[in-house]
C-alpha cells in the first residue's frame, strides 16, 4: 500500500514568519536553538543547533468537533522547503518513538499505535489498511504535539 506524507502547506509556513501573532493570538518571534532537535513541521526535519524556530498554535484539522484541537508546533523562522518525499517517511522521524493517531472520517480517533520499535513505516501501513481508517497524524511521542499527516494513496 502507498501512503502519502503531507506536511504544512507552505502558505501556512510563510504567514507564520511574515506574522506577529499567530491564529490564535498568540505572539510570535522567532527563537535560537542553542541544542536543537526541535521539529520544524515544514521542512520535516529536526533544528540544528543555531538554527530559528518560530513556534505558533496551529490545528491540523479542517471539521469542528470535540477532537479538533490546538497545539504548539514549530517552523523554522528562516525559511525552508517544504518536505516533498510525499511516499516515505521522513528521516528525522523513521526510527524514532513516535504516537500514530488514526482518525475515521468524522475525524475522530479510532484508533492509537505507539512505536517505539522502529517499525513506523509498518504500523502506519497496517493501520491504513483499515478501510474505517481516513488518515494518521504522526505525534511527538514525549509531547504529543502535532507532527504530520499520513494518508492512503488510493490504488490505480
Avoid at 532537535?37 to 524556530?53: I, K, M, V
Avoid at 491540523?60 to 510525499?86: L, M, W
Wanted: overall charge negative; glycine content about 6%; some cysteine.
Amino acid at each position: 500500500m502507498m501512503m502519502n506524507v503531507t506536511a504544512i502547506p507552505s502558505d501556512l509556513a510563510a504567514t507564520v514568519r511574515r506574522s506577529t501573532h499567530d491564529a490564535s493570538g498568540n505572539a510570535l518571534e522567532p527563537e535560537f536553538q542553542e541544542r536543537g532537535g526541535n521539529p520544524c513541521r515544514h521542512c520535516l526535519r529536526r533544528a540544528t543547533a543555531g538554527e530559528r524556530l518560530t513556534l505558533f498554535s496551529h490545528s491540523p484539522f479542517e471539521r469542528h468537533n470535540p477532537y479538533k484541537e490546538y497545539g504548539p508546533i514549530f517552523v523554522h523562522s528562516d525559511g525552508c522547503e517544504r518536505y516533498a518525499t510525499q511516499n516515505e517517511l521522513p528521516p528525522d522521524f523513521a526510527d524514532r518513538p513516535i504516537v500514530l493517531r488514526a482518525y475515521d472520517f468524522e475525524q475522530r480517533i479510532a484508533r492509537v499505535a505507539v512505536v517505539v520499535d522502529g517499525a513506523t513505516d509498518l504500523r502506519a501501513r497496517e493501520l491504513l489498511s483499515d478501510p474505517e481508517i481516513a488518515f494518521l497524524h504522526a505525534r511527538s511521542f514525549t509531547h504529543g504535539c502535532y507532527l504530520f499527516r499520513i494518508d492512503r494513496v488510493a490504488a490505480q
